[in-house]
């Protein structure tokens, strides 16, 4: 089991989560306590309350302590809870097509850094994973220590398994999650990149705080991601935030999906820059074509208003379905700034319900080329907070 | 308050709510048991299991017996806890435009019956709750006991207010919703009718278990609604499931929603009823388009062909955006059967990524004009199994 646990369990292994939710949010909300006044603030009985503990100490998660003061009285003196503040280093890996990006952050959810190298497309899972323990290891200064709040979120390209779904079904990311459990020793979740950097948006970045957030990156491949009531969405089958491959031109050009007329088609880097380049244009890159547009070039500005009608009208659709609260825009195209996000707002606000139109924020994604990285850690925190209590290799016990 | 209270509450009382479900779930799966075997089972403290057992046989969600057997024995003889045969029904009341429609299910979760029952458009609202009142009785002969299980889920018109928020802000249903809590004494959940019908259809009708649901209504209206990973998805704002408003041609026909060419104006009874209409021919209702199809008039099939292929088309955006596993289709024009299901699947099936073709699963919706009531008491049964302990006037208190 590579994935997330937490899918169909019973009941009681459910509750055995929220309860150790719920002693760690009470340790980390109201600081060092004894057992005694856990025990009066959650509810839960000794016994049960015990063996949370015993688990939470035994995975480093929480450290027990002495206060001076308690020396000087008589009798035994009363150990205190804390939260153990070496424990929570979390850390999120984004193998991209041709860069390995890695992020890491303390047990107060503090950005500690995050750091980047670029390789060949062609280089092995084995050497990739070289490169993010070479990542971890300069980030932390070699001072690592996973624990209990400590798996690893991955990020991978394309489409993964459905959540909590066996691993070795040949899903993307199989090997790499097997790899970096191996060398890391810790329990590993893994989700699409591109999905990972839309929870990190909403986690860390332009839509911090929102519950309903619509990602969409505009990059070399046109993709997105969801979070949906404060978590990340994945749809049945995995299968979600493909806006990239919505039909916005049914006679258009093929689209390396087997599709006809996608998004992607009109909107990715690669077709702003031909559409350019058609028109008599010279620009091999983004930059150039910003560059373009700042000095006066009618047929730049025209080429980039007619994408962002595109990816307007895709987001008014996506919007009516769905709601979202926050669009956030990212991927190389999202440097073109207002000469993008004007034809999308104009075209979002045309074509989305009148109700909807003053609700909606478009916005420039914050985080960059670490947003996946990032994204893994939040997956981790949103989803397996305890999750090393359960071995990577072995199902959570249920109590009853 | 009339909406869902969950939203937004502490740890501590959303653990109370899960303690609470825990003990009826053990009720329900293992039958009758004492308070000592609940207590070895649940995993509380004793103050906690004796708070929670009281306050559900307070409510009239258990009830307590002493077996037979038992008297026999020394000593005083050991209560046993039941869950309450009588306790579960649960209602559902859907406020349609111009019909009132009441669904009620049992404590297992059986539908014990459905009336509906038709009125002008003009009828006050006060009038309608006596509708709804009357059908009740008449469901129930007269022996309705809203126990635990029972606070009533309303669907009305249009988008409600965001779930958790204030009643009084002019939302859709407000009145209505404040008018069935004073005539059944008992808190009130509302939602949209479409977006009920589509939870409903997830519980009881064309997708049952189905954890990620799009439920699209081809009525006077386009509208729908999605099931997110088994929960009814709402939006940031209230707003989402507007298929209808989704634009298929930016030079159509001016909307009722203020938009232009939305699929609403090309795939509605009347949009669809209008074209044929327009092509000179003669059916003034969706049985009369049924039987022009069946006696071959070509601009009937072509008609409903156009429309469905405009369907299929929004499908696919919102399938590619979402990845829903199923899609069930309702609303009158459901009933054109194949004639409208095939052109669907041709225009699905070219526009989405193609990966997902074989993965997604088109059905026509099996639970007719009662779905909204039926979702109503779904809404119930997933967002609050538990909500009469908590009146409706105040918020649950929290054990801090």
Redesign the interface.
């Known amino acids: 089991m590579l994935f997330a646990m937490q899918q169909n369990e019973g009941?009681?292994s459910?509750?055995?989560r929220?309860?150790e939710?719920?002693v760690l949010?009470l340790l980390r909300k109201q600081g060092p306590m004894t057992r005694g006044e856990l025990g009066g603030?959650c509810?839960?009985?000794?016994?049960?309350l015990y063996d949370i503990i015993s688990a939470l100490v035994a995975s480093g998660a929480v450290v027990t302590s002495v206060p001076q003061s308690a020396h000087r009285g008589r009798g035994r003196p009363v150990e205190r809870l804390t939260l153990n503040p070496q424990a929570g280093q979390a850390i999120g890996i984004d193998f991209a097509r041709r860069a390995v990006h890695v992020a890491v952050v303390n047990v107060a959810h503090e950005i500690v850094g995050t750091a980047s190298e670029t390789h060949g497309s062609e280089m092995s899972e084995d050497k990739r994973v070289d490169v993010a323990q070479r990542l971890v290891g300069r980030l932390t200064g070699g001072a690592l220590r996973l624990g209990a709040l400590g798996a690893i979120g991955v990020g991978v390209v394309g489409?993964v398994g459905r959540p909590g779904e066996e691993a070795g079904l040949g899903h993307n990311g199989d090997t790499l999650a097997a790899l970096v459990r191996e060398r890391f020793e810790v329990p590993v979740l893994v989700d699409n990149n591109t999905r990972l950097a839309a929870l990190a948006e909403s986690t860390w970045g332009a839509a911090t705080g929102?519950?309903?957030v619509l990602y969409l990156r505009l990059s070399h491949g046109v993709g997105g991601g969801?979070v949906?009531?404060g978590?990340l969405?994945?749809?049945?089958?995995?299968?979600?935030?493909?806006?990239g491959?919505?039909?916005v031109d049914?006679e258009g050009a093929p689209c390396g999906?087997?599709?006809?007329g996608c998004l992607e088609t009109v909107a990715s880097v690669g077709a702003v820059l031909g559409a350019y380049r058609a028109q008599g244009g010279r620009a091999d890159d983004v930059p150039a074509l910003i560059e373009a547009i700042a000095s006066g070039d009618a047929r730049a500005s025209s080429v980039v208003s007619e994408a962002g009608a595109r990816v307007g009208?895709?987001l008014?659709?996506?919007c009516?379905?769905?709601?979202?609260?926050?669009i956030v825009v990212g991927g190389e195209l999202a440097a073109l700034g207002r000469a993008l996000t004007e034809p999308v707002e104009r075209a979002l606000s045309?074509?989305?319900?009148?109700?909807?139109r003053w609700?909606m924020s478009l916005r420039p994604a914050e985080l960059g080329e670490a947003g996946a990285a990032l994204g893994g850690i939040a997956l981790v925190l949103h989803e397996s907070p305890l999750l090393t209590h359960y071995p990577a290799e072995s199902k959570p016990e249920e109590?009853?």
């Open positions: 009941p009681l459910r509750l055995r929220d309860h939710r719920l949010d603030l509810g839960l009985s000794r016994t049960t489409p929102e519950q309903d969801l949906v009531g978590a969405h994945r749809g049945a089958e995995g299968l979600s935030g493909e806006f491959h919505i039909t049914p999906c087997g599709g006809t009208s895709v008014a659709a996506v009516n379905a769905i709601g979202p609260a926050v045309a074509n989305i319900l009148p109700v909807s609700r109590k009853a």
